[in-house]
């Protein structure tokens, strides 16, 4: 990794193809920038005043036919790049719906903090295996951060208040800067630390190396029993809450009639906030407010636990279609 | 029409010296004005814009808590305000006609509206303080389930009406200036763009208001 | 010329800058030259001010560890870009050049308003003692975009104060832009159409719309921001039910069009000086006046392509990176028509042309690297790094100021009543356009290769484009220092001018004295031709 490269190195499969696009965009503005700097010199030279007391030369008002190209033409260039454009950023932030390796990344001032459904937990290090779908959920426990990962060429902010996942399949062993891209405070610029990027076998002894305290769906129902979730949305007869069996990455109805997906965000909203959107045939104000007593971290265990009510082999199964679709390009 | 004579000797006291005619000259206020009008637009734009926001991400706590604005007040200051318009078209009117005692007497009328409607404001602030209903760290709310949307509701309130409100005194120091100059005969000549200018701004803040009473105080009666 | 007229040689003939002596004939002064004037050196201070914070961040970043602490390197880029955006860049070009042209090209006496431009200056000093109060009270660290939770909860700085000095000084913007489209729409000079308008004029129209209808959003907004902070109420803190990216959508739907109230005047100037010293009509003037509209209205609905990687709807960000992409159009429509005027012309190089040159590059430059951050899969790599300080300052510093400074040259005659040295001028221009290019450059293949933006420790590998880029900005601030140095000199001490220097058309050139009368003209003028005309041309071509 020279330092004049222009490209940086490159850990995973979609790190290439926003390179290409890259160097589509440099090799059309490049030689749009030639045109430009050629026709300014050539003209400045050819049609330099010789003389103080040259004739004003004659008027050339303008060209109908030249100006309908010069506009035409770079909006079709654009169109391209535009095209192009979305659909890699499309792809690069719609995560497979099944089979990923799911990471929660907690930011706070000025850290990541990383836990593993396995349980292992690290701060500014994140471990991932090769040939696998990494998804990434993203939390913030005070400001916007960005979690920055050059050698992905992939952001995503993490905003108070949500969710945000993005994904990427890693394909390079190695280590990676980790950068938090968006300014938070006065320690922004130490927010940073690694990815390593691991063979699976690595990855498996990696994971070996521990889990002191249990893993996230063991320690989710912990906190699913302390909170006294677990009186009602899993064994309730009584009919005042939802059961969570099953319930994870499905429509849901609410009482007002709209139907969201239960995501993270959801589950999240409504451990928080139950009444923001209640399902459709419950009451409202069953269930107490948890604003404010839960850490971020512990959310993303409880999230964890109620995914984990809902085991994919419940689900309507398209294996791995996405990472079929990806490996066969 | 215009040579140097006009730009050295303008012959009507209110022509300023860099316009060529009064015609000009008012064409150009009234522009300026409507151009102005504009930036209030989108100066209340913006709040509107969050109001839209939050209105459509938490649509029933914000029926809800809007019982607690007081509709009566509300209702009689749109009343005042409307009333307060008419005064308005009726000064100009009477500007238009040289009219000068009906000149005054309607500013004055606006004027008493306009801090009718400010003294009724007050009321309804100083309620909103004694039910700890003004945003910040003695906010205190009746419905835990929408604290918090309550809050941001009242939050909208505050800048939304604050900003009117600023607006409003503003205008009542522009109506009292207005008459001044009218019992200073300011306005006896038949040049009367100031008040027709400030005819425009008043208006303009009543139609704020308009929008501001419904939006506010009326959501929740929908049913 | 005046050597024509009796006492010639001892006495100057009245102009707006010995009609009146003394203090107060300034500082009450109606006159849109005079007011001109105050910008001038207000915003000259301001921009010194700004540049002597880039300065000492460029020293910062000279090694990855930095010489300042965190909190000291953040509040200098926060004041760095507060203060050149908002009291420099904002009102650079249409509160001194505008000001003091736009009557004089349409042939009016002056502004529709010139209470209200006189105003205009005094609001813009106070919002500027606001904000230098905050720097002086120990700054500000939110960055000059002001991002929410961070400004409204956990700063511990001055914001409140920084974003009320914004909040009054985008008054000034307001009422700067109203003046201009009533004076344009109502006081053209006889005979002044609207196909005959200098390009100068087109692109302050233009300008002037986006400073009418942005700014008073920014203004709300730092209001909301100000309030917020006061009460902790909320409204931008998700953990009271707030929304942080609502700040983002309301600061955004201001800044990016305030992109293009900074970089269509700059357009304004170019126009005038690649026709004058190119001696011919511009190419395609429909087309270069219409696009400084487009671009206004577009500017508009394209502010959603900074928020690619904050969460916003993937669909709404599709949208706003197609309408991205469309306003790169009236932009390339510029450069195209700019080029093809200097073909078969008579070209020379005069300082004023060098600025040009140097501005269709580099504001080339700035355009296409403007795509890279329209297309959405790499923008999400760029954003928030040094590519798109890069970019920016490609667009601002090599664009706008470029243009700027080339005014500044065009029209010091016109101005001061003296020419400046030609020969230290082109020296001090190719200077700016080295220093520029090794200072800027190198930052785009650190924002690629990843350097986040606002970093005071940075990983070493990425020293040496640093070191690159520091070594620039030295060159660069001295290519901005001589030309200070001798315009003030020849200000006092440059040879007399006579009317037309550059033998240039336009009104305030061919049909007003140098410098102007208090009222600009003799004789009311009475425009008979197109712009430009300098083939001499009989008949009227219909353009567009």
Redesign the interface.
């Known amino acids: 990794?020279g330092?004049?490269?222009?490209?940086?190195s490159r850990a995973s499969v979609a790190a290439g193809?926003?390179d290409a696009?890259?160097t589509f965009?440099l090799v059309v503005?490049g030689a749009?920038?030639a045109i430009?700097?050629a026709?300014?010199f050539f003209?400045?030279v050819r049609?330099?005043?010789k003389s103080p007391n040259?004739?004003?030369?004659?008027?050339?008002?303008?060209?109908l036919p030249?100006?309908i190209a010069?506009?035409v033409i770079?909006?079709l260039v654009?169109?391209v790049?535009?095209a192009?454009?979305?659909?890699?950023?499309?792809q690069?932030?719609?995560p497979p719906l099944h089979d990923t390796l799911d990471i929660y990344i907690t930011g706070k001032?000025w850290m990541w903090k990383v836990q593993y459904p396995t349980g292992q937990r690290e701060i500014n290090e994140l471990h991932v295996p090769t040939g696998s779908s990494v998804k990434l959920i993203l939390a913030s426990e005070?400001?916007?951060h960005?979690f920055?990962v050059?050698?992905l060429?992939?952001?995503?902010?993490v905003?108070?208040?949500?969710y945000?996942t993005f994904w990427f399949e890693p394909k390079e062993p190695g280590r990676y800067?980790i950068?938090?891209?968006?300014?938070?405070?006065?320690?922004?610029?130490?927010m940073g630390g690694w990815m390593t990027v691991m063979t699976p076998a690595d990855y498996e002894n990696w994971l070996a190396g521990g889990a002191n305290g249990g893993s996230m769906v063991e320690l989710g129902g912990k906190l699913f029993q302390q909170y006294g979730c677990v009186t009602c949305h899993v064994t309730d007869h009584e009919g005042r809450c939802p059961s969570l069996l099953n319930v994870f990455g499905r429509p849901v109805v609410l009482d007002d009639g709209r139907t969201v997906m239960a995501d993270e965000a959801y589950v999240r909203e409504s451990i928080l906030n139950p009444?923001a959107k209640v399902v459709k045939g419950y009451k409202?104000?069953i269930m107490p407010?948890f604003?404010?007593q839960i850490s971020e971290e512990g959310l993303l265990q409880l999230i964890v636990y109620v995914k984990s009510l809902s085991p994919p082999t419940a689900s309507p199964a398209k294996p791995a279609a996405s990472a079929a679709k990806r490996s066969s390009k | 029409m215009a040579d140097s004579e006009a730009i050295l000797a303008p012959q009507e006291p209110e022509l300023r010296h860099h316009f060529d005619d009064s015609a000009q000259q008012l064409e150009a206020s009234t522009l300026g004005m409507w151009v102005f009008l504009v930036t209030e637009v989108m100066f209340f734009g913006g709040m509107f814009g969050a109001y839209i926001v939050y209105r459509n991400m938490y649509p029933e706590a914000f029926a809800s808590t809007s019982h607690f604005m007081n509709v009566t007040i509300g209702a009689i200051n749109t009343g005042v305000l409307i009333f307060s318009s008419f005064t308005m078209v009726l000064a100009v009117r009477s500007a238009q006609l040289r009219q000068k005692k009906a000149l005054i007497a309607f500013l004055i009328l606006t004027l008493i509206l306009g801090c009718v409607f400010l003294s009724l404001k007050y009321v309804e602030y100083h309620e909103k303080w004694v039910d700890h209903h003004i945003p910040g760290p003695g906010f205190q709310y009746a419905d835990p389930r929408y604290f918090h949307q309550a809050q941001i509701l009242f939050y909208l309130y505050f800048a939304m009406t604050g900003m009117h409100a600023i607006h409003m005194i503003v205008g009542a120091g522009l109506l009292i200036t207005l008459i001044v100059m009218a019992a200073r005969n300011r306005f006896s000549s038949g040049w009367y763009t100031p008040v027709e200018m400030i005819g425009l701004y008043w208006h303009f803040v009543d139609i704020v208001w308009i929008f501001l009473f419904p939006l506010l105080y009326l959501i929740g009666h929908t049913q | 010329m005046n050597a024509t007229l009796p006492f010639a040689q001892t006495e100057t003939p009245i102009n707006y800058l010995n009609a009146d002596y003394g203090w107060k004939s300034w500082l009450f002064a109606t006159d849109h030259k005079r007011i001109a004037l105050l910008y001038l050196f207000s915003i000259t201070a301001f921009f010194f001010v700004g540049g002597a914070f880039a300065v000492a961040m460029r020293i910062n970043l000279l090694t990855p560890e930095g010489i300042f602490s965190h909190d000291t390197y953040n509040k200098l880029f926060t004041m760095h870009g507060i203060i050149m955006v908002f009291f420099f860049l904002v009102p650079s070009i249409p509160a001194t050049l505008g000001n003091f042209l736009v009557p004089m090209m349409i042939g009016a006496r002056d502004l529709a308003f010139p209470r209200i431009n006189l105003l205009s200056w005094y609001i813009y000093i106070v919002g500027g003692i606001f904000t230098l109060t905050a720097v002086f009270q120990g700054g500000v660290d939110t960055g000059w975009t002001f991002y929410a939770p961070f400004s409204s909860s956990y700063s511990n700085t001055h914001v409140i104060l920084a974003a009320l000095g914004i909040f009054v000084s985008g008054f000034s913007s307001i009422l700067t832009g109203l003046n201009f489209i009533v004076t344009i729409h109502k006081m053209r000079a006889p005979g002044m159409t609207w196909n005959r308008l200098p390009l100068f004029i087109w692109g302050h129209y233009a300008t002037s719309l986006i400073q009418v209808l942005g700014t008073p959003v920014i203004a709300i907004t730092m209001v909301l921001l100000g309030l917020e902070r006061v009460l902790h109420a909320g409204i931008f803190d998700p953990t009271l039910g707030g929304d942080p990216i609502l700040f983002q959508h309301l600061f955004w739907f201001y800044s990016h069009p305030a992109v293009y109230i900074m970089i269509l005047p700059g357009m304004a100037v170019i126009s005038e000086i690649v026709a004058c010293f190119s001696r011919k009509a511009i190419f395609g003037y429909g087309f270069v006046a219409y696009s400084s509209i487009a671009i206004a209205v577009f500017s508009f609905i394209v502010w959603g392509h900074h928020l690619f990687v904050s969460g916003q709807s993937m669909y709404a960000s599709m949208v706003f990176s197609f309408f991205s992409f469309l306003v790169a159009i009236p932009s390339a429509i510029k450069v195209f028509n700019w080029t093809a005027t200097m073909y078969k012309g008579s070209i020379s190089y005069e300082t004023p042309m060098l600025y040009a040159f140097g501005f269709m590059g580099l504001f080339t430059i700035g355009g296409l690297t403007g795509l890279f951050l329209a297309t959405m899969a790499i923008d999400v790599h760029v954003t928030d790094t040094y590519f798109v300080i890069a970019h920016f300052h490609y667009v601002m510093v090599g664009g706008m100021v470029m243009a700027y400074m080339g005014g500044i040259h065009f029209w010091f005659p016109k101005i001061s009543g003296r020419l400046y040295p030609e020969g230290w001028a082109k020296f001090a221009a190719l200077l700016v356009f080295a220093g520029f290019n090794l200072t800027f450059f190198p930052q785009f293949i650190l924002g690629y290769q990843g350097m986040p933006r606002r970093y005071a420790h940075y990983p070493p590998e990425f020293q040496v484009l640093n070191v690159m880029s520091t070594a620039g900005a030295s060159i660069l601030a001295l290519g901005y220092l001589i030309p200070m140095i001798y315009l003030a000199w020849a200000w006092r001490y440059g040879p007399k001018s006579p009317q037309n220097p550059w033998n240039a058309k336009g009104l305030e050139w061919e049909q007003s004295p140098t410098p102007p009368p208090t009222f600009n003209f003799e004789h009311q003028p009475v425009v008979t031709e197109p712009a430009y005309n300098y083939s001499g041309e009989e008949q009227e071509v219909k353009l567009g």
């Open positions: 990794m330092v004049f490269s222009i490209f940086p193809e926003v696009l890259y965009l503005g749009m920038t430009i700097f026709s300014v003209f400045a049609y330099r005043r040259d004739p004003a030369p004659k008027a050339i008002h303008g060209s030249l100006e010069w506009t770079p909006f654009m169109l790049m535009f192009w454009g979305t659909k890699l950023y499309f690069n932030y719609t001032q005070d400001v916007i960005s920055f050059p050698a060429r992939l952001k995503h902010d905003v108070p208040g949500s945000q800067h950068f938090c891209a968006e300014y938070c405070g006065t320690g922004h610029s130490d009444n409202h104000d407010v604003e404010g």
